[in-house]
């Protein structure tokens, strides 16, 4: 039996995530579709770097790779250990909030209660308190995506793979779950590759931001984010930069 850690893992010693050369296809029904060619990216243990590009470029594949959930064609994947938060939200819905957050746990070897026990401060935590025992079709959507990333944090990995967490969400709840997820990873610190749409997220919560093209995926530019915590969209700096990457998407301000 695996023992749960009082906290889970603070910051990997390790290899945060390093990504070279990455090169995948798909072969369906004869035809071959590329996903990835050729995609670099690094992510320094306690980084946080955000992912954008348009619809089917192969974010997801390349979270898939970085977790280990499947291997690339040619290039290579280095990394410590990764748990994955997935783009559709995979609560189960005959489960209470907090034996949802606490199936990391159970997958971990813990028993029922002590998984739930080690499971229900942090709900408290993520303002989900008197919500232990809802089911999540009980729970709003910045709800179920915070004990959907809770899963992914009690996992105990160093690495989080975060496929976009709130496209679901409206704009309200989505600038409120923004400054709530960079506020959690200020007190729990993690190496963090965040997959988003939103070019206004990848600016206000990486450290550094990776532009994708459209499919085959390559990186076309690499942007850091050399700007102090917490960030607000209306400061100059994040404006200046979600320029720099609407203009390296080819996207017309
Ligand atoms: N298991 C698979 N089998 C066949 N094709 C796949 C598979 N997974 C992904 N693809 C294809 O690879 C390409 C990249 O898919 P991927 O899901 O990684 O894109 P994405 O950037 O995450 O898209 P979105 O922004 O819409 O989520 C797409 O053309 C997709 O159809
Ligand atoms: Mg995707």
Redo the contacts with the bound molecule.
């Keep these: 039996m695996i023992e749960a850690p009082a906290q889970p893992p603070v910051r990997s010693p390790g290899t945060g995530v390093r990504v070279e050369r990455v090169t995948k296809a798909?072969r369906?029904r004869g035809a071959t579709?590329r996903?990835l060619d050729g995609v670099s990216l690094r992510a320094e243990p306690g980084e946080i770097v955000t992912v954008v590009?348009?619809?089917?470029?192969?974010?997801?594949?390349?979270l898939e790779l970085i977790c280990g959930l499947s291997r690339p064609d040619g290039g290579t994947v280095e990394c410590d250990p990764a748990a994955l938060m997935p783009?559709r939200d995979l609560l189960l819905p005959w489960l209470s909030a907090v034996d949802n957050a606490a199936l990391a746990l159970r997958v971990r070897g813990l028993p029922r209660e002590r998984a739930r026990a080690h499971a229900a401060p942090w709900l408290e935590r993520f303002g989900l308190g008197g919500f232990e025992q809802a089911r999540p079709a009980q729970l709003s959507g910045g709800m179920r995506q915070r004990v959907s990333f809770l899963r992914s944090l009690l996992a105990g990995k160093p690495v989080l793979a975060l496929d976009?967490p709130f496209a679901a969400l409206d704009a309200i709840t989505r600038a409120e779950m923004q400054g709530w997820l960079a506020h959690v990873l200020d007190s729990e610190p993690r190496t963090v590759v965040l997959?988003t749409?939103d070019v206004e997220e990848a600016v206000l919560l990486g450290d550094r931001v990776v532009v994708m093209s459209a499919?085959p995926?390559r990186v076309v530019r690499t942007l850091e984010v050399d700007l102090p915590r917490p960030r607000r969209r209306t400061e100059p700096g994040v404006l200046a930069l979600r320029e720099a990457v609407l203009e390296a998407l080819g996207v017309q301000g």
């Design positions: 798909f369906t579709v996903a590009g348009p619809s089917g470029c192969g974010k997801t594949t390349l783009q976009e997959v749409h499919r995926g």
